[in-house]
Protein backbone atom coordinates (compact mmCIF):
# COMPACT_ATOMS: atom_id res chain seq x y z
CA UNK A 1 0.00 0.00 0.00
CA UNK A 2 1.62 3.32 -0.84
CA UNK A 3 1.43 6.49 1.44
CA UNK A 4 -0.61 9.55 -0.03
CA UNK A 5 1.31 12.59 -0.97
CA UNK A 6 3.87 13.90 1.46
CA UNK A 7 2.89 14.50 4.86
CA UNK A 8 5.33 16.96 6.21
CA UNK A 9 4.97 15.62 9.99
CA UNK A 10 4.14 11.86 9.25
CA UNK A 11 1.51 9.78 8.31
CA UNK A 12 -0.18 6.82 10.92
CA UNK A 13 -3.39 4.21 10.39
CA UNK A 14 -4.79 3.68 13.61
CA UNK A 15 -5.29 0.01 12.60
CA UNK A 16 -7.73 -0.74 15.50
CA UNK A 17 -10.65 1.79 13.99
CA UNK A 18 -8.79 2.14 10.32
CA UNK A 19 -8.41 5.75 10.78
CA UNK A 20 -5.50 7.76 8.53
CA UNK A 21 -4.24 10.79 9.48
CA UNK A 22 -1.98 12.76 7.99
CA UNK A 23 -0.15 16.05 7.85
CA UNK A 24 0.42 18.26 4.55
CA UNK A 25 1.90 21.43 3.27
CA UNK A 26 -1.05 22.63 1.60
CA UNK A 27 1.26 24.87 -0.46
CA UNK A 28 3.13 21.71 -1.79
CA UNK A 29 0.31 19.36 -1.90
CA UNK A 30 -3.35 20.98 -2.81
CA UNK A 31 -5.80 19.63 -0.43
CA UNK A 32 -8.14 17.84 -3.36
CA UNK A 33 -5.10 15.94 -4.38
CA UNK A 34 -4.22 14.51 -0.53
CA UNK A 35 -7.82 14.10 -0.16
CA UNK A 36 -7.98 11.81 -3.08
CA UNK A 37 -4.93 10.13 -2.51
CA UNK A 38 -5.69 9.39 1.10
CA UNK A 39 -8.60 7.80 0.02
CA UNK A 40 -7.19 5.88 -2.60
CA UNK A 41 -4.73 4.30 0.18
CA UNK A 42 -7.72 4.05 2.93
CA UNK A 43 -9.58 1.50 0.46
CA UNK A 44 -6.49 0.05 -1.31
CA UNK A 45 -7.50 1.35 -4.62
CA UNK A 46 -5.66 2.96 -7.30
CA UNK A 47 -6.02 6.61 -7.43
CA UNK A 48 -7.92 5.79 -10.54
CA UNK A 49 -10.33 4.12 -9.05
CA UNK A 50 -10.96 6.22 -6.13
CA UNK A 51 -14.89 8.24 -7.28
CA UNK A 52 -14.54 11.46 -8.43
CA UNK A 53 -14.08 14.85 -5.38
CA UNK A 54 -16.37 16.09 -8.15
CA UNK A 55 -19.29 14.26 -7.40
CA UNK A 56 -19.16 15.41 -3.50
CA UNK A 57 -18.01 18.50 -3.76
CA UNK A 58 -15.60 21.38 -5.69
CA UNK A 59 -12.26 20.50 -5.36
CA UNK A 60 -11.34 24.14 -6.00
CA UNK A 61 -13.83 25.48 -3.29
CA UNK A 62 -12.21 23.18 -0.81
CA UNK A 63 -8.32 24.30 -1.59
CA UNK A 64 -9.56 28.05 -1.90
CA UNK A 65 -11.37 27.28 2.09
CA UNK A 66 -8.34 25.23 3.37
CA UNK A 67 -5.21 25.66 1.18
CA UNK A 68 -5.15 29.65 1.86
CA UNK A 69 -3.32 30.49 4.43
CA UNK A 70 -4.03 34.20 3.28
CA UNK A 71 -7.75 33.84 4.44
CA UNK A 72 -8.55 35.63 7.86
CA UNK A 73 -10.73 32.51 8.79
CA UNK A 74 -8.07 30.13 9.96
CA UNK A 75 -9.51 27.14 11.27
CA UNK A 76 -11.51 26.75 8.65
CA UNK A 77 -12.45 22.49 8.63
CA UNK A 78 -14.63 20.85 5.56
CA UNK A 79 -16.23 17.62 6.86
CA UNK A 80 -18.08 15.22 4.00
CA UNK A 81 -18.23 11.53 3.81
CA UNK A 82 -16.72 10.03 0.37
CA UNK A 83 -16.09 6.59 -0.69
CA UNK A 84 -17.31 5.12 2.41
CA UNK A 85 -15.31 7.56 4.53
CA UNK A 86 -15.70 10.20 6.69
CA UNK A 87 -13.47 12.66 5.42
CA UNK A 88 -12.04 16.14 7.92
CA UNK A 89 -9.51 18.70 5.86
CA UNK A 90 -8.17 21.21 8.25
CA UNK A 91 -6.70 24.07 7.10
CA UNK A 92 -3.88 23.61 9.39
CA UNK A 93 -2.31 20.95 6.71
CA UNK A 94 -4.24 18.23 9.06
CA UNK A 95 -6.39 15.22 6.87
CA UNK A 96 -8.35 12.65 8.92
CA UNK A 97 -10.20 10.08 7.03
CA UNK A 98 -12.25 7.28 9.10
CA UNK A 99 -14.21 4.44 7.89
CA UNK A 100 -18.28 5.32 8.45
CA UNK A 101 -19.43 2.63 10.78
CA UNK A 102 -22.71 0.97 8.76
CA UNK A 103 -26.21 1.97 10.69
CA UNK A 104 -27.74 -1.14 11.55
Given at each position: ???????????????SAGVIRAE??????????????????ATDTEILG??????????????????????????????????????????????VVAPIEPT?
Amino acid sequence: MRRPGKPSDGWREDDSAGVIRAEFDWSETPPAIAVVETLAVATDTEILGVEPLLEHLDPDALNALVGDESRPDAGTVVVFAMAGHEVSVHSDGQLVVAPIEPTQ
